[in-house]
């Protein structure tokens, strides 16, 4: 856990809960000496400007910084977090929570992960190494995601609800529906847009992306592949 200003005592709780059910080694690494550093040494460079994602983003990349360093003393790969959603809207920062050998959960969308953490809770897999019962505790699932980054935080604050960015990926990524077929099932148009922008814009760091599982009909890099170059984008 690298808890900075903006961790929640929630997030403590729900993370060591969820490390003890695992069985896993559980560790507290604050940042906010490593992250201040970082702001202090910007901050000539950044005078006259105003704080916002690039700060915020700061604090992203230093735990990236922290685990790459873990891997490389003790020999453990560092799993990526973000799923398809995510990956889909460029909702993931590079040398950050991207940074990392392998996604086991890349081609997820974000709804399916909490079906996934639901169904794990009451099942082991066969040949399974972990343990039976609930692995994942509920609070994680249940409440509002946030990477917070800032006070009161959500996902929702920069992208809809997920079960209507997950309707509208899987209809551009899987189904490769136009805008007109995809507003007909009842979804604002503006929105459709919106998310169909932030697919294209964030091709250029899903190059850079851990390699995962394929689960879906079309996995990003193999099944989809779109031009990083500027002047291509299927809209006028």
């Known amino acids: 856990m ?12 729900d993370a060591e809960d ?5 069985g896993c080694r559980y560790e507290i690494v604050p940042i906010f000496e490593p992250v201040e550093g970082f702001l202090n040494a910007l901050t000539q460079v950044f005078e006259g400007t105003q704080e916002g994602v690039t700060e ?45 050998g392998f996604n086991p959960i890349k081609d997820l969308y974000k709804m399916q992960v909490y079906s996934l953490s639901r169904w794990r809770n009451g099942t082991v897999p066969p ?9 994942i505790p509920a609070a994680i699932i249940d409440k509002a995601p946030s990477a ?5 935080q959500t996902d929702q ?8 960015l997950d309707d509208i ?3 551009l990524v899987e189904n490769e529906m136009g805008v007109d077929e995809i507003v007909a099932r009842g979804h604002d148009r503006e929105t459709v847009h919106r998310v169909e922008h932030l697919l294209y814009i964030a091709e250029y760091k899903r190059r850079q992306a ?27």
Do not use: H
Not at 58 to 80: E, H, I, Y
């Open 18 to 22: 969820c490390a003890r059910a695992l």
């Open 210 to 236: 851990a390699p995962g599982v394929k689960i879906t009909r079309k996995n990003f890099g193999r099944d989809r592949r779109y031009p990083i170059t500027n002047k291509f984008r299927d809209r006028s």
């Open 2 to 13: 690298m808890p900075y200003r903006y961790t929640s005592k929630d997030s403590l709780k």
């Open 148 to 152: 917070e980054l800032r006070p009161d």
């Open 157 to 164: 604050d920069s992208l809809p609800p997920y079960p209507v």
């Open 56 to 100: 915020e983003n700061l604090q992203s990349r230093t735990r990236g910084t922290l685990l790459m360093a873990l891997s490389n003393k003790f020999g453990s790969m560092v799993v990526t977090t973000g799923n398809k959603s995510e990956m889909s809207v460029g909702y993931a920062t590079l040398y950050g929570d991207m940074n990392g």
């Open 127 to 135: 040949g399974a190494l972990g343990p039976s019962g609930e692995v």
């Open 169 to 171: 990926l899987e209809c």
